[in-house]
């Protein structure tokens, strides 16, 4: 047996929107027809009232610092328990990140703890939505109107995902995508800036076109194109935007297979769960999930250690999670903590993910969950 944690995949026109971009349209660079229509897709579709395709999630986060206007000192509250990039974008501004710690059954901010790291230097809050599970938006909203701070959703492995009836990433004034392989819906690299706010949607294309008016100039609002604002290279090239407009035209069913996938996970291991050996992802109230990745949560480190050797043995590759920010040297250096990190420190040690990956399928999760089983029957 040999199944990996992920594998990147193809499921309609890909390769065949590479070689229009080539052949037909002319153009690999960024901002041409295939962005457009990607950009469009993530409007009509999320909702959003702006979307920038961009070369990365992390592109995304960092024009979204911009936006936020991220000057040194200013403070930005998120968990300590998510990916470098949520953190570096604002420190590339000389922004502090300030980590709070996390719930047990999202692996999500704790909300009820944002107000005690609140300070008058506090700009922004970054919710990270863990595993395409939502934080508790309407309280991290509630909290961002009354303290007058900017809100951005690092909604990176939430597409698609919603929280009472609204897709994640279109709540907060701001929203970022990820489209890296290794997430539901791929383009190798590549991100998008969803603008929820319309303060923020000409500066955005300002940012977006490295700092010129250059979309206005397309539009023939402006004879011609100049400096304007701070910006950068923030646009995928054309067969990226090519590849992902492909997989767009897929995206509900590539969603439901892994949701489905998700689901064989979650109820075979149960018994599990009932016997206190493990704990599941818990399934959040009036939330939907996009199932882009499955977990589980050990006893202890070394029992985590010790599955992950039992599963390498059969072919099964599976892994930890994040390293806490807050713990690392470059946090410890540019951040700081607000409060006990104590779930964070515990469940970080504990977490495991199991494969998924949308051409997996249901027998190959059942030989994952056997042996899981089998971990436990020998070890218990």
């Not at 499921?11 to 153009?27: F, S």
């Not at 009354?146 to 009836?165: H, K, T």
Request: with cysteine; hydrophobic share 40%; proline share 4%.
């Amino acid at each position: 047996m040999n199944t990996p944690l992920n594998k990147p995949f193809i499921v309609g026109r890909e390769l065949y929107n590479i070689a229009q971009a080539v052949t037909k349209h002319k153009q690999i660079s960024g901002g041409g027809r295939f962005t457009y229509q990607c950009q469009e897709w993530l409007q009509n579709t999320l909702g959003s009232q702006k979307a920038l395709l961009t070369h990365s999630c992390s592109g995304a986060l960092e024009m979204a610092a911009i936006l936020c206007n991220i000057q040194p000192g200013d403070e930005v509250i998120m968990p300590s328990y998510t990916f470098v990039s949520t953190a570096n974008a604002f420190v590339l501004r000389g922004g502090v990140p300030v980590f709070i710690d996390i719930k047990p059954d999202t692996l999500n901010l704790d909300e009820s703890l944002i107000e005690s790291a609140m300070t008058e230097k506090t700009k922004a809050i970054v919710p990270v939505h863990y595993a395409g599970f939502p934080c508790e938006m309407d309280t991290v909203m509630q909290i961002a109107t009354r303290y007058n701070v900017f809100v951005i959703e690092d909604a990176a492995q939430a597409l698609l995902s919603e929280y009472n009836g609204k897709k994640l990433g279109t709540i907060g004034h701001l929203g970022t995508l990820s489209f890296h392989e290794t997430k539901n819906i791929i383009s190798g690299e590549g991100g998008a800036l969803l603008i929820n706010d319309a303060q923020f949607i000409d500066r955005a294309e300002i940012i977006w076109e490295k700092g010129t008016d250059r979309r206005k100039f397309q539009r023939g609002e402006v004879d011609k194109y100049t400096w304007i604002d701070v910006g950068s290279s923030y646009s995928p090239s054309e067969t990226i935007a090519g590849f992902l407009r492909a997989q767009f035209e897929h995206a509900d069913a590539i969603i439901e297979k892994r949701r489905s996938l998700w689901n064989v996970y979650f109820t075979l291991l149960q018994p599990l769960e009932e016997k206190k050996y493990i704990s599941l992802p818990a399934k959040v109230h009036e939330s939907k999930n996009n199932g882009h990745l499955f977990y589980i949560i050990t006893a202890s480190a070394a029992e985590r250690t010790q599955l992950i050797e039992h599963l390498n043995q059969r072919g099964i590759a599976s892994v930890f999670h994040y390293i806490p920010l807050h713990s690392s040297p470059a946090g410890c250096r540019y951040g700081r903590t607000a409060g006990s990190m104590e779930i964070t420190n515990d469940l970080s040690l504990r977490v495991l993910r199991l494969p998924l990956y949308f051409e997996m399928t249901e027998h190959d999760v059942k030989e994952v969950v056997c042996a899981v089983h089998d971990f436990f029957r020998k070890n218990t």
